[in-house]
């Protein structure tokens, strides 16, 4: 007799970014309805998602993550009306002008929200996603989704599936694949209890355009400066590679130049070296640093957004035990970008970045 040989179904499935099929959407719901784990492409990075309203679902998402249990999740909506049934009050002002899209905001909760969701919390961080997958999801499910960035706690997010694979493997009942996100990094987190309302974590939607729209907000204390201990995903070992980060901020040509003799320096001691510079730095920088990743042109910080995550996983498989990072100006996308990297900085994680 031939003995059968079950087939282990695989977690992660193609789906199609601007046209989920339905069937695949289907199946997520599914398991969303029965405590179940999905991973799912937002525009920032993937999420790990479950029934925002289920405990035992919850519990899931800290458990695979490793996060601590007094960090907070970020409830995805599908509409406004959802996040109304979520929330004590909710001034929807600033929903109607960015939603759907990469904003979370932070009212206080309702009291059916569960405490494992919000920490313990008053306060409850809503956000509605464009993505379509993401969207869909919401649609069919009918659930508010509680999601998490889909890391391990202190790992760069993961902008691609295979990121999510690589961190919380099977423990995912089902990874939705929709390629790379478009923004790379996280969505902008305002504190709309606070008066001004203040950003908690910037993000896709900038620190001007917020002010555009409803005048000054401020900037947590943590942001892009020393990082708090306490504040909620204020942690220090946020968005980390395993290997050293240091960076390097001013004009282009003095930190190419500030590069090459740290570059050298490194070098001289044997340490591997990563870069992550743009394209006008190569010519200088490529005889002497082991691994070159480019964001793009100087400027281009949107695009330095959306490959900072990817390139900090690739330059730890490579080897590298301290990465060089251009710092881009507090402006625009480049105030997330910068307060990702000063995070990455200020915690050397392992045994590889000690040099
Ligand atoms: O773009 C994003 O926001 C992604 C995608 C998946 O939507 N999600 C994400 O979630 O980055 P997470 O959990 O990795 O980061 C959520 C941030 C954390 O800094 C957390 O502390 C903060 O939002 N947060 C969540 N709930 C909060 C609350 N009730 N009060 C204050 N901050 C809160
Ligand atoms: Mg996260």
Redesign the pocket.
């Given at each position: 007799m031939i003995p059968t040989v079950a087939k282990k179904s695989s977690n992660i499935i193609k789906i199609n970014p601007d046209f989920p099929q339905r069937v695949h959407i289907q199946r997520a719901a599914t398991l969303l309805r029965k405590s179940g784990l999905v991973a799912?492409p937002?525009?920032?990075?993937?999420?790990?998602?479950a029934d925002a309203l289920d405990k035992a679902a919850v519990a899931r998402i800290f458990a695979a993550k490793q996060?601590p249990n007094w960090?907070?999740?970020?409830?995805?909506v599908r509409d406004i009306a959802m996040a109304r049934s979520l929330a004590k009050d909710f001034p929807a002002t600033l929903a109607e002008k960015f939603w759907p899209g990469?904003l979370?905001l932070?009212v206080e909760?309702a009291a059916h929200v569960p405490d494992e969701?919000?920490?313990g919390?008053?306060?409850?961080?809503l956000?509605m996603?464009h993505h379509p997958v993401?969207a869909m999801l919401l649609a069919e499910a009918g659930l508010p989704i509680a999601?998490?960035?889909?890391?391990k706690f202190g790992r760069p997010?993961p902008t691609r599936a295979e990121h999510v694979l690589e961190d919380l493997g099977t423990s995912v009942d089902l990874i939705l694949d929709a390629g790379p996100t478009l923004?790379g990094?996280?969505?902008?987190?305002l504190?709309l209890t606070q008066s001004p309302p203040a950003i908690?974590?910037p993000?896709?939607v900038t620190r001007e355009q917020l002010e555009a729209a409803i005048g000054p907000v401020t900037l947590a204390p943590s942001v892009a400066d020393e990082v708090a201990r306490e504040?909620?995903?204020?942690s220090p070992q946020?968005y980390a590679p395993l290997a050293r980060v240091e960076l390097f901020e001013g004009a282009m040509d003095d930190i190419a130049n500030q590069m090459l003799a740290r570059a050298i320096e490194l070098r001289n001691r044997g340490r591997h070296t990563g870069a992550i510079i743009c394209d006008e730095m190569i010519p200088l920088l490529d005889k002497t640093t082991e691994f070159i990743s480019s964001f793009g042109k100087w400027g281009e910080w949107d695009r330095y957004a959306k490959r900072l995550f990817a390139a900090f996983r690739v330059l730890d498989a490579q080897g590298a035990v301290v990465i060089l990072c251009v710092l881009p100006p507090g402006e625009g996308i480049g105030l997330a970008v910068r307060d990702r990297l000063q995070r990455a900085a200020g915690s050397p994680r392992s045994e590889r970045g000690k040099s």
């Open positions: 799912f937002t525009e920032t990075v993937y999420g790990l998602g996060r960090d907070p999740l970020i409830v995805h990469p979370t932070v909760k969701v919000t920490a919390r008053p306060n409850v961080a956000r996603p993401a999601a998490p960035s889909a890391n997010s923004l990094v996280e969505s902008t987190v504190d908690l974590r993000g896709g504040g909620p995903g204020m946020h």
